[in-house]
Every structure is written in structure tokens, then in C-alpha cells.
């Protein structure tokens, strides 16, 4: 895993489509996702690990406001 880790949100809605945000660039809207199935096999061929536990701000790429 990168350190610190570069961190992307991933948001569900009522419809159960999901959103992929990225925090670090404004929360710029990176991937629309028809269902979490779908977000969750996008992140996991970009690589991307799901994240336990709580982080500091200072740990996470990029600011937190």
C-alpha cells in the first residue's frame, strides 16, 4: 500500500448507483458506477485497496478542509 495512502470516496445513493469522488481534486467526480458491484471492480482493477480504520488528516494525500 502507497503511504501515505492517496484516498478516493466512494458514495452510494438511494437508487443504488454509486459515485467515486476524488477528495483530493476538489472532489472532482472521478466514476459513475450503476451498482457497487461495478465501483467495487473498478477500483480493484486500478489497483486500489479498501481502507480500515480511521486516518489522520496529515496521513491522507492531499488537504482536508
Not at 465501483?39 to 480493484?44: N, V
Request: proline fraction near 6%; charge should be negative.
Amino acid at each position: 500500500m502507497q503511504s501515505p495512502p492517496y484516498v478516493l470516496l466512494l458514495l452510494g445513493d438511494k437508487t443504488g448507483s454509486c459515485h467515486i469522488f476524488d477528495p483530493a481534486d476538489g472532489y472532482r467526480l472521478i466514476k459513475n458506477c450503476g451498482h457497487y458491484k461495478e465501483a467495487q471492480i473498478w477500483l480493484l482493477e486500478d489497483e486500489y485497496e479498501p481502507l480500515e480504520g480511521i486516518l489522520a488528516g496529515t496521513e491522507i494525500h492531499g488537504s482536508i478542509s
